[in-house]
DNA sequence: TACGATACGGACCGGTGGTCCGGTTGGCAA
DNA sequence: TTGCCAACCGGACCACCGGTCCGTATCGTA
């Protein structure tokens, strides 16, 4: 897939960027990090800050995305109910449960992302996936509603920014926040 | 409640701004209206404009706040269901149409307000209010459930974000977010 | 008419994301 | 080992942003 592999200085710069801005992002929170001081940490100009990764949005993905693929690989290859086979109704919940989780853990990354661009949040290619996903798991424990209208619903209420503001200033506990969204995504009655 | 009238020219200018910022952010979006641009189409300095609102958020919020009034009114004082008196059921699904309505009529200030600060979508002094009137209602129509984190949980999905994505990326039609949203805020079984 | 309070406006500031290009370096071929 | 050139580097530079400052013009009153 690669056209040409990377020159070792490059691959070294790409590294040293990529470990910098985690470190910055997770302790000042990604919007307060401009892309100088980045550059400035990983030992690097700015110019070659911005030939890696393009832009800001692209190197914000780089950094989540080995997380992302962590978790995507449980979802799609690991051990029922997180991964494929359980019974749909457990799989659900776990897939909520796993969401909530990654989105509390990496919840700096994700508002930095969700700050960009109109639809940001949602045309991201991860945030794609998991939407399709949860309209799957959605679709099979809810046959009948409209599963692809709820799936959003609920990926909306994971946004890391409200998270971020029910814990953080409402001080709802997490366990709270977390029941609250499996009586969301519960069978409502036929009315 | 003014300690002091405001000059004539200062009253006429604070017009000419409110009437070019309005027109600015519903031609381009909000997002994309600098504030020397409204200036300059209001026939004014930037000082003045900074003058009179103080930054970019309270310009914003006082581009919406008679729209606000107004819908604050309804439900405040309204003829039932959006008004105080209807029977629980009937109260929550009109204020959520109504909700929906205001967001889809004025999304483009909305996701202005949406983008700034870290909570700046909740912290919002409508919002606190569209959200307490959200949680009394549910408490109404839904005793015994957690009425506080679904009010939140509605409110995020009625966010101009998600909705303009769904109706102008995934083309869902608005009755079919309004039936999502009707489904979500249903009694769920109790299990 | 005269005068002080009020308001005006655009030059200015610090800082941002992003670009540009002369100089450097890595890695291959001879 | 040497020589060569594509790949890569870095920081000066750019346009622009939100926001401030202050000398000047205007309003409204006595």
Redesign the interface.
Same mark, same amino acid.
């Given at each position: 897939m690669p056209g040409k592999p990377e020159r070792a200085d490059a691959a070294r710069n790409r590294q040293a960027i990529l470990a910098a801005a985690a470190a910055l992002f997770d302790r000042d929170g990604a =919007?307060a990090v401009s892309m100088s001081e980045i550059a400035t940490a990983a030992g690097v100009g700015k110019g070659t800050l911005f030939r890696r990764f393009g832009d800001r949005t692209a190197l914000i993905e780089a950094v989540i995305e080995p997380r992302v693929t962590a978790l995507r690989d449980a979802v799609e290859a690991g051990p029922p109910p997180l991964g494929p086979g359980g019974p749909p109704a457990a799989a659900l919940h776990a897939y909520l449960d796993a969401l909530l989780d990654f989105v509390w853990a990496n919840r700096t990354l994700i508002?930095a992302l969700e700050?960009r661009g109109?639809?940001a +949040? +949602?045309?991201n290619a991860a945030s794609r996936f998991w939407i399709d996903e949860l309209t799957r798991r959605l679709t099979a424990a809810r046959p009948g509603?409209?599963a =692809? +209208?709820?799936a959003?619903?609920l990926f @909306?209420?994971l946004?890391a920014?409200?998270i971020? +503001?029910?814990v @953080?200033?409402?001080e709802?506990p997490p366990d709270?926040?977390r029941?609250?969204?499996h009586?969301?995504a519960?069978?409502?009655?036929d009315?």
């Open positions: =919007e508002r700050h109109p639809h +949040y +949602y045309a509603d409209d =692809e +209208y709820l959003h619903a @909306t209420a946004r920014d409200v971020d +503001y029910l @953080t200033v409402r709802m709270r926040i029941a609250g969204l009586g969301l519960a069978v409502p009655p009315d």
